[in-house]
């Protein structure tokens, strides 16, 4: 009978795999976590953009704004709330209300979330 191989890695083989795969690892989670902070922010300013939008547009239509964001589902303007994805929550808007309190409830938004933005301003100043 011949001489018959082994088959399979040794120990050192795997530990090198495995430090490269780390390596790796190392240079892309970064610009991962970059990337879903960088969409979050994205996703935001388009429902405050959206938001305020539709709060005009009710203005527009029935010259008041409307007492609370529901209103605007309510009467079709939305389908829904849309969520704060920095929160994660469609409930942590922050209503700012018109200078003459006979013309509605929400005049403005801004997001509830905490902290600052990746350039530097806060969240809740949007």
Known sequence: MGFMAKKGFTLIE???????IATLLTL??????HSVEK???A????????????????YADTGNYPENLQVL???KYLR????DPVVGSDETWILVPPE?????GVYDVRSGAP???RDGTLYSEW
């Open 14 to 20: 795997l530990l090198v795999v495995m430090a490269i």
């Open 100 to 104: 003459n309190p006979e013309k509605g």
């Open 28 to 33: 892309v989670a970064p610009r991962y976590f």
């Open 39 to 41: 969409s979050k922010e």
């Open 80 to 83: 829904s709330i849309p969520v």
């Open 43 to 58: 996703v935001l300013r388009e429902n405050l953009g959206t938001l305020r939008d539709l709060l005009d547009k009710h």
């Open 115 to 117: 902290g600052k933005a």
């Open 73 to 75: 589902v309510a009467k």
